[in-house]
């Protein structure tokens, strides 16, 4: 299973909300610097993660984007399923499979281990909050300014 850029530009930008969270919108700019998602790519991620009722928006000049649930309660998952679909590593094994197309699938001696691929990301992904990657984040370190 390969994350697409769409996903991953999804969950940054869900990040650097989580990390404005309680300042009020955060234009899109600022989300795009801080994420380094470019400008024309966030606009068209935005709107699948609002429908989602993942991120809020207020309109005007001191408008923008902000967090529609503390980052505690936004789970990685949420915002991968916005992104990418469902979670399959094979469609097969897909959350929402009704993939009879493979003739082997009733007797399939390699699905088991796909549904298990598929159940672990699932665990991670869902047991996974923003507030959890924020915690876990590395901090910068002060450059060394010593010279030889």
Do not use: F
């Amino acid at each position: 299973m390969k994350v697409s850029t769409r996903g991953e530009y999804g969950i940054r930008a869900m990040v650097s909300l989580a990390k404005m969270y309680g300042q009020g919108p955060v234009p899109l700019t600022a989300i795009a610097a801080d994420s380094a998602v470019p400008l024309a790519y966030l606009e068209q991620l935005m709107l699948p993660l609002r429908r989602a009722g993942l991120v809020v928006s207020t309109r005007g000049a001191h408008g923008g984007y902000a967090l529609a649930r503390p980052p505690e309660e936004v789970k990685i998952g949420e915002i991968y399923r916005v992104m990418e679909g469902p979670i399959a590593p094979m469609s097969c094994v897909s959350e929402e499979s009704t993939d009879d197309s493979c003739p082997m699938i009733d007797g399939c001696a390699t699905r088991l281990v796909w549904l298990k691929v598929r159940d672990s990301i699932i665990n991670v992904l869902d047991s996974t909050t923003l507030a959890d990657l924020l915690a876990q984040a590395p901090r910068p370190t002060a450059r060394s300014s010593a010279t030889a």
